[in-house]
């Protein structure tokens, strides 16, 4: 019996950040699905345990969390096993504000809620998500001009890096011009084939849709 | 001479976060604003220090940090006294998710990028505003019905009150409903009178507004 229960949805690029960590510091964990499709985060057995409504939410000892940042911030704190921030007080700053630019200032702006009360049609939905995202990821691609390497990085996996990867996904389901952004396509690419990001990517989770 | 350079506007509500636990770390730096009206942020020069062109930027030993989140997390590894979050790591955890609810559900949305993208029309951006501020505020609200005390967290202040104070200054600038919000409120007031609060508020800026 693990300690752990991950509350998530297969699509949630916040809840794929969450499993990337959880397979990379090979922590077992309890897995249940909650389908945003079906309004199942707004279920007031649900809103017990994350009052807001939202996935991914980590259950330990009887506690929730909720929020991708935090959780994996707790994991890096209480895990510290395959370390996801460097030791170098700048580094980790610099890794910080590359998550910043996804986590704040890309994934928010282009998400199912935003997208819904932004307009009813899904073409005018798809002109703000591409935007937004197309945007963001020019940004992350400068600020790595002078860190890249095997990751965002140099060659460690960092939080950023659990940023990036899914924040990429979407860009591709929303035709972001990717030549643009070598340096996030590189990455992509390389980081699909390692089997702690495949297991933890849309497609290996209970009710994925093809 | 201070070691820290502190780039920053006025209004920006995540430029407030930084200047305030500056001044309850009692740390001091040089202020230089960054006229966002004017679009000094997209200056050549300045996007030398921040490549996506963003306030605040901290620069130390010649080196540049931008996210304001990253900021506050290097400022409390790099300048222990005062901390601004609990040493408990669940603690520290559920801190944390206080701010993603403002720093990655909340202020991202409604921030003047965003806003000039949906209309030109000042009563449809002030309807978007008013609406993710209230969503957002009604998250944190729920979220510290078990935690609250003085501040947002029992009676240290944290990381979460750096956010959130900004966040309801911008709420009253929208007219939010903030009956729904008494804890929010409350802590609103309660900070605002502080003096490492006040100094580090809009109205006491270089280049601020009446």
């Known amino acids: 019996m693990s300690q752990l229960t991950l509350y998530h949805y297969w699509r949630s690029s916040c809840s794929w950040r969450v499993r990337w960590a959880l397979e990379l ?41 909720s929020e991708s940042i935090a959780i994996l911030e707790w994991l890096e704190e209480r895990y510290p096993q395959m370390p996801l ?24 702006i282009q998400n199912l809620k935003v997208l819904k009360f932004r307009s009813s049609d899904q073409k005018e939905r798809a002109v703000w998500a591409k935007h937004f995202i197309s945007e963001g990821l020019v940004a992350y691609e400068k600020a790595i001009q002078k860190t890249v390497g095997t990751y965002s990085f140099g060659g460690q996996i960092t939080f950023a890096d659990l940023c990036l990867i899914p924040q990429v996904y979407n860009a591709h389901r929303f035709n972001v011009d990717m ?28 009710g994925a849709q093809p």
Not at 45 to 65: D, I, N, W
Not at 94 to 102: C, H, T, Y
Request: one cysteine or more; hydrophobic letters at 35%; charged letters at 20%.
């Open 25 to 65: 510091k090979k922590i077992p964990y309890q897995s249940v699905a909650v389908n945003l499709l079906k309004n199942e985060q707004q279920d007031p057995v649900y809103t017990q345990k994350s009052p807001a409504g939202l996935v991914p939410c980590l259950e330990f000892g009887g506690q929730y969390l």
């Open 85 to 108: 921030l460097p030791r170098n007080l700048w580094d980790r700053a610099k890794v910080r504000e590359l998550v910043g630019l996804i986590a704040s200032d890309t994934q928010p």
């Open 179 to 206: 030549n643009q952004l070598p340096y996030c396509e590189a990455i992509y690419q390389r980081c699909l084939k390692l089997p702690s990001c495949d297991a933890a990517a849309p497609h290996n989770q209970p």
